[in-house]
């Protein structure tokens, strides 16, 4: 995918590709190589590789850009192949100690440490711990060009998303990690034993919460640390009734209608039960027990009531109706 790049940073890269590409090739002692400080891509193989070159030489040069302060050059591709070629000199198996390098101009520190990005961004199959890892050392760099007075278009979150290809979720998802992540969880992003996807997500836990999974599972899948954010569900709040006068007033049960006032004696007056509704008359049916109608305490009321919507949940579709209609005459009382 072709990267639109200020095009004050990305001069010196396109030069590669001019006429003067062969000027610019430069044959250098390895003493005048300065290995880049921000080179964080493993260097691993170094004597398979060594063997390579004694076997057919140094086929690709080393890129290396002038440094403005000491005239040495820092290494901005090519490290392993240095490594190697350093490793043939002390083993005593290469005379010559100068290798091909092509020049690209002469820059600062964070100039050479921006082209090693780029150079491997267009090379290297990314994992999350490369994106981490460059997105630290591509945000400091950022910074140090603004201060050395070279404006980048656009923000910097943009920026950063264009150079590395991914894109601004991508980055969004890295900064809420930086910004609100235990030090361990970035530290399990670093080390490739968790995504960056599940790192965002578990940095919305709590600190104690985070740290728990850092230590016990930090390769918790992405399933079931959304499983973590949702609320331990509640059963619903039903208050009690409470005596007002000679009244009470009735528990109210969600999704029924307004309940209506029955009026019930003090302790003092003889009890009084006023039925709203006249229940059908019983049936003999000797497969089944006859219940005689009752009066519910005000206790016996609350527990009922607090209980009605788990039957509502379990009740088969025969019973339903049935109980809807306790739960209202319930609602009355």
């Not at 850009?65 to 043939?88: C, N, P, Q």
């Not at 267009?122 to 999350?128: G, L, M, N």
């Not at 005000?298 to 509502?312: H, M, N, R």
């Amino acid at each position: 995918m072709k990267r639109e790049i200020d095009s004050a940073i990305a001069a010196d890269l396109k030069a590669a590709s001019a006429d003067s590409f062969a000027d610019s090739i430069k044959m250098l002692d390895v003493s005048e190589i300065m290995p880049n400080k921000g080179n964080f891509y493993s260097i691993s193989d170094i004597e398979l590789l060594a063997e390579d070159i004694e076997r057919q030489e140094l086929k690709h040069s080393l890129v290396v850009a002038k440094d403005k302060e000491s005239g040495k050059y820092w290494l901005i591709s090519g490290h392993r192949r240095l490594e190697a070629v350093k490793f043939l000199i002390n083993e005593g198996r290469r005379k010559s100690t100068k290798v091909p390098c092509y020049v690209s101009g002469e820059k600062t520190q964070a100039e050479s440490q921006l082209d090693l990005i780029m150079l491997n961004a267009t090379q290297r199959k990314y994992t999350d711990m490369d994106t981490m890892c460059e997105y630290e050392q591509l945000t400091k760099i950022l910074k140090e060009l603004e201060g050395e007075g070279k404006k980048l278009s656009g923000r910097m979150r943009e920026t950063i998303a264009k150079i590395l290809n991914i894109s601004n979720v991508q980055v969004g998802k890295i900064e809420n990690i930086k910004n609100n992540a235990e030090p361990a969880i970035e530290k399990a992003v670093k080390s490739g034993a968790m995504s960056i996807s599940t790192a965002n997500e578990v940095a919305k836990l709590a600190p104690e919460k985070q740290r728990e999974i850092a230590e016990k599972t930090p390769n918790i899948s992405h399933k079931e640390v959304k499983a973590l954010q949702k609320p331990t569900p509640t059963a619903p709040e039903i208050k009690a009734p409470k005596a007002v006068g000679g009244n009470i007033a009735p528990p109210k049960i969600e999704g029924t209608t307004e309940p209506q006032k029955v009026e019930v004696k003090s302790e003092n007056e003889p009890p009084k039960t006023e039925v709203a509704n006249e229940p059908p008359k019983a049936v003999n049916d000797p497969a089944k027990p006859i219940y005689a109608p009752c009066t519910l305490s005000e206790k016996e009321t609350e527990i009922l009531a607090k209980y009605i919507e788990k039957l509502l949940e379990i009740a088969d579709a025969d019973d339903l109706e049935t109980v809807k209609n306790i739960q209202n005459k319930v609602s009355q009382l």
